[in-house]
């Protein structure tokens, strides 16, 4: 047990029983402390659909969750695909309540052909690249991306899944979507794009980082890949091991995920990736909808969840025992910072205050009235759930989690 005293965005002290004069003490007991967490994978809206998201609804739903440093998809409009777009993000939200890291288009206009003007959208400030949620198909584009992006070891983030053989699936491929008559994703749709982008990345090398894995047959290659020595990293969702395709809620358009919720099989595979650091971190892979596009038939309705509040929490309860709340933290602290070579914040007397503080066992309601999200698409609301996080200290500002329940 120890004192944090925190002044002008430093942490000034680290010591048993702190006494200082004229500054705010909170005391909150079983709270703990980390450094700040980093979101690697979200959807912000901003600009372009802030029908669907703002930066400042996304920035406090971020710090609600706990994470003081998020990355933002390019899909947007204008496409983050231009110096100007880059730096937008530097200049709205870079001494706000959480920092926002832009990943930039990798081909012009998302269409999976040229290449955008990579140094320079690295030079103005892009952390990755990717074409985000519109995964790449052609195989010359990703020998491209990875040549180009040798030359200053960035790293190409990629969601793997074959759209053909998707074919606009609404679930996963199997029992259940038989029975309830819906159009099933098979598992293979994932698992062909992972074995042909580990194939392409050991031809030509470069640095690959493989975006929401879902089956058993992808983490399997992508372990087989690191033992092989390939610069290969991977996450997951943190809502993917929440459900099943068996257990999901049928027809409720709020569990219509891409990918989609696995079999009981390919969780259990997860969990074990997670366990044994073939998975590297854990991403919200926060989507926001708003009404037009999520309350409709579920096989119409868009697939996505918000999940920067609940990603913490969901993973903790659902992840265990294979990853306790530490192996968690680790995961969204270092795991994520290393793929994209962020530095790691410090926690000691002197260093900028990047900081996290959360209660691992302490229980919450999701509800309306505490959801910072533009969106309520969530299969999490009003759901009670393990695990709360009280607020977030970065840019000399700290933020409380209203959610966070407080003693009678």
Not at 256 to 270: C, Q
Request: proline content about 5%; overall charge negative; aromatic content about 8%.
């Amino acid at each position: 047990m120890v004192d944090l005293l925190l002044k002008d965005g430093k942490i000034k002290q680290i010591a048993p029983n702190i006494e200082a004069d004229n500054v705010p003490v909170v005391t909150e007991p079983g709270l703990h402390c980390s450094i700040g967490w980093f979101d690697l994978i979200a959807f912000c809206g901003e600009p372009g659909y802030e029908h669907r998201e703002t930066l400042e609804n996304f920035t406090r739903a971020a710090a609600y969750g706990g994470f003081t440093e998020v990355a933002c998809l390019p899909n947007l409009h204008p496409i983050t695909q231009t110096r100007a777009a880059v730096e937008y993000f530097r200049y709205k939200a870079g001494q706000g309540i959480v920092k926002v890291h832009p990943i930039a288009a990798v081909t012009q206009d998302l269409d999976g052909k040229d290449l955008t003007e990579i140094l320079d959208l690295k030079a103005a400030g892009a952390i990755a690249f990717s074409d985000g949620t519109d995964a790449l198909q052609a195989e010359d584009a990703v020998v491209k991306a990875l040549e180009y992006l040798k030359l200053f070891g960035g790293v190409l983030i990629n969601r793997p899944e074959n759209r053909k053989i998707a074919n606009g699936g609404h679930m996963h491929e199997g029992v259940a979507s038989t029975r309830l008559g819906l159009k099933g994703v098979p598992a293979i749709a994932e698992e062909m794009q992972v074995a042909r982008d580990l194939q392409l990345l050991k031809y030509n090398g470069g640095r690959l980082h493989l975006t929401q894995l879902s089956t058993a047959a992808a983490v399997d290659a992508v372990r087989q890949a690191k033992q092989e020595g390939l610069q290969v990293t991977c996450d997951v969702a943190a809502h993917q091991c929440a459900f099943t395709d068996e257990t999901l809620v049928p027809f409720d358009a709020n569990y219509k995920v891409s990918p989609p919720f696995r079999s009981e099989t390919d969780k259990r595979a997860l969990l074990a990736a997670l366990q044994d650091g073939t998975i590297d971190t854990i991403v919200s892979a926060h989507l926001p909808w708003n009404e037009e596009g999520k309350e409709l038939e579920f096989d119409l309705a868009e697939a996505g969840i918000i999940g920067l509040q609940t990603a913490f929490s969901v993973a903790n309860e659902t992840m265990a025992p294979q990853l306790d709340w530490q192996g968690i933290v680790e995961k969204l602290t270092v795991g994520s910072r290393k793929v994209v070579d962020l530095p790691v914040p410090e926690l000691q007397e002197g260093a900028s205050a990047n900081l996290t503080f959360f209660h691992p066992t302490k229980t919450w309601t999701f509800q309306e009235q505490v959801n910072a999200s533009a969106a309520k698409n969530s299969p999490f609301l009003g759901r009670q759930l393990q695990g709360c996080v009280w607020g977030t200290y970065v840019n000399g500002q700290l933020t409380r989690n209203p959610a966070y329940p407080t003693q009678a």
